[in-house]
C-alpha cells in the first residue's frame, strides 16, 4: 500500500526551462510535505518543505504547491541548471516520513 | 562536519555472516532514525530512536535486525546471518521534530 506516488519514474528537460516533479498522496493525515534530493551513493539531502495549511512555499528557484483537495504536490524549478540532475523524493509526514519511489531529473545543456 | 555520520561507508560480505554499521547523529538531535533503500524505491523506514527508547519497528525489520542507541547519541544496526536479499542502502537520518530528517551518506551493504 502505497501513501506516497510519483508515478513518473524519469524527466528530461532542457537546461533554462521549467521542470515540474509531480507527487500524490493517499493518507489525509499527512500534515507536512517535504522534496529531498539525492545524488547516487550520497544519502538524500533536505530542499525544500510546505506545511499542510499552505498552499504554496518558495525558496529561490524551488517552489513547492500543495492542492489538498485533490493530495496533490508539485515541484518546480526554474530555470532548470545541470546541476540539478538527481533523483528527486517526494515525502510526507504522519508519525513518521514516508517516501515516494522518486524520479530522476536529468537537465541537459 | 557537524552532519550525520555513517560508517563503513561500504561493506560487502558473505552470506549468513553477521555486518554491524554505526551512526553519529547530529548532536542535539533526540530522534534518530533507520531506513533501507533499495534500487529503484524510496527510503523505507525501519525503526526510530527518541533519545535512547527504541519507539517504533518496522515489520520490515525482522528478527535478524537489531538496533540500539545507547545512551542517546550514535546508534548501530546489526543484521545476523545476512542474506542477499539484505543488499541495500542502509540511512541514518537525525532530526529534532517528527518533521524534517537529515540523513546521512548512507552505508551500502552488498551480500555476495
Known amino acids: 500500500d502505497q501513501q506516497v506516488k510519483q508515478n513518473s519514474p524519469s524527466l528530461s528537460v532542457q537546461e533554462g526551462r521549467i521542470s515540474i516533479l509531480n507527487c500524490d498522496y493517499t493518507?489525509?493525515?499527512?500534515?507536512?510535505f517535504l522534496w529531498y534530493k539525492k545524488y547516487p551513493a550520497e544519502g538524500p539531502t533536505f530542499l525544500i518543505s510546505?506545511?499542510?495549511?499552505?498552499d504554496k512555499n518558495e525558496d529561490g528557484r524551488f517552489t513547492v504547491f500543495l492542492n489538498k483537495s485533490a493530495k496533490h504536490l508539485s515541484l518546480h524549478i526554474v530555470p532548470s541548471q545541470p546541476g540539478d540532475s538527481a533523483v528527486y523524493f517526494c515525502?510526507?509526514?504522519?508519525?513518521?516520513?514516508?517516501f515516494g519511489k522518486g524520479t530522476k531529473l536529468t537537465v541537459n545543456p | 562536519d557537524t552532519g550525520v555520520s555513517q560508517n563503513p561507508r561500504h561493506k560487502i560480505t558473505k552470506r549468513g555472516q553477521n555486518v554491524t554499521f554505526r551512526c553519529d547523529p547530529i548532536?542535539?538531535?533526540?530522534?534518530l532514525y533507520w531506513y533501507r533503500q533499495t534500487l529503484g524505491q524510496g527510503p523505507e523506514f525501519l525503526t526510530y530512536?527518541?533519545?535512547?527508547?527504541?519507539?517504533?519497528k518496522s515489520r520490515l525489520l525482522s528478527d535478524r535486525f537489531s538496533a540500539e542507541r545507547p545512551k542517546g547519541s550514535f546508534s548501530t544496526l546489526e543484521i545476523q546471518r545476512t542474506e542477499q536479499g539484505d543488499s541495500a542502502m542502509y540511512l541514518c537520518?537525525?532530526?529534532?521534530?517528527?518533521?524534517?530528517?537529515?540523513f546521512g551518506s548512507g552505508t551500502q551493504l552488498s551480500v555476495l
Open positions: 515525502a510526507a509526514s504522519g508519525q513518521k516520513l514516508v
Open positions: 510546505i506545511s499542510s495549511i499552505k
Open positions: 548532536s542535539e538531535h533526540n530522534r
Open positions: 493518507n489525509s493525515m499527512f500534515d507536512y
Open positions: 530512536f527518541q533519545n535512547e527508547a527504541q519507539l517504533e
Open positions: 537520518a537525525s532530526s529534532s521534530d517528527r518533521r524534517k530528517l537529515f
